[in-house]
């Protein structure tokens, strides 16, 4: 369990995760006379194939990021003890009185399906995730040496640093979870930093690369490498390798309360777009190469602040087929997806959607069609198919503590389309269905009778599908600015073992302005 608190801070940590692309956009202003067409090629020497993708500094320097396992095994048992003196002694939360009674407790009652609320289980608990899969990644470690230590530091958490019984949930949602969010703000902490600047500048840096990795800027403090001024050729990230394309959006969001045209909420947001990497490159394929990132956060007191996460992780890829008019590429795939909402005001009171798709894998497949100059249209297919360990939807009838929706397993599949007119201007067409059975179910004497946080039910006995439907056009104005509108359908039908089957559909719309880095 995690404090509330938890999401203004990972709002927080989404908007700071803009800034490294605006320091990279300044650096190049200083080095090219035509900042506006090479923003993010801020070097043109290529840094060697390394296995784990990333490193501090050229070999020519003779500078090896060194591996320390057990410091960041120290840092992960301090972390957890850290959040568990704050739950107990700051928050006086009543699940942080734990004493080696509780911890027998918890080794005898073995693991349970909790009660928590929804960004609780499956985005709070990934970001604590990331943190303990960063400690291991800022210590040097590498993608796989690191999954771990949010593994055993999750472990810890459920069995030793709560009364509450240990969430098997919270397990995968923290390890799985925990991985993706990890890789990914591992890579855009490094994105700021550049040893070469000294003052205040080096200070601005230094402060964005922690808010978006804390583990990295705590050991950067711990070794010293916060303040150590080197070559002018000290790279964190070769751009011409790993290129970063970043979009950042301001705009308003009308959600339909029960499908209504006329009845929903308005609602201002802020979006961020992100593409690392080139999934086409045959050197780019240590894991996380290639990912995007779509992040919208609500500025409305009445709506989660996190309303949407969408992340896409390659894990290993090969070309299929690679010709003048065809590029593919197969290959295997995380994904981490999340959507979060609330009752409308003066709406029926019924809850839009809650979906999530906390821990998922499977392969995927890439084609791109270059550019047709005759007709200035270009391209670009993508289709998963995937199997998912834990996912969340929206109940229609367990309410039980701070619970109001499912959790369960099956599979998604995922189909995105994207046109892309002229130099300026695009069309995007996204398919995501999911498909969860909730195998653990509850009888109603239980429900009377037993502790609810003992009652271990995954939710209602049955089955969800979910389908989000989504279209967005782009269109350019100027210098990486455009417009985009955003038309989003959802779609639910859930099977009930013990309850009448319910069918529910909501939209929302988008208008938005747009800059592209």
Known sequence: MLPVATRYLLTGL????????AFAQDQEASTSPDSAATTLQLHSLSLPSLTDSLAYALPEYGYKEPKHPWRAAAETF???AGVWAFDRYVRDADFAYISFKTVADNFRSGFLWD????????FAHPYHGNLYFNTARSNGLSFYQSIPYALVGSLMWELAAENNPPAINDLIATTVGGVALGEVTSRLSRLPLDDRTRGWKR??????????????????????DAWKVRGERYLYHDYDRLPVALSIGLGSRYLADDNHFFRGEHSPFINLGLTYGDAFRGDNNAPYDYFTLNLTSNLSPNQPIVSEVNLRGKLWSMPYATTTD?????GLFQHFNYFDSEPIIDGSNAIPFKISEAASLGGGAIIRFPESPAWGLGLEQEIYLNGVLLGGSLSDHYNVLERNYNLGSGFSIHSDTNVQVGRRSSLALTVQHLQLFTWRGYTTQALQTVDPLYLNAQGDKGNTRLTTLRSKLSIGLSRGWSIGFDLQYYIRHTHYVEHPDVNYRTFETRLGLYYTL
């Open 326 to 330: 065809m590029d593919v590429v197969v």
């Open 115 to 122: 009660n928590d609320q929804f960004i609780t289980n499956l």
């Open 78 to 80: 301090v972390l957890n």
């Open 14 to 21: 989404c908007v700071l995760a803009l800034a490294p692309c």
């Open 203 to 224: 200070f601005f840096r230094e402060l964005l690369s922690t808010a978006i990795s804390p583990m990295r800027g705590l050991n950067r403090i711990i070794s010293g």
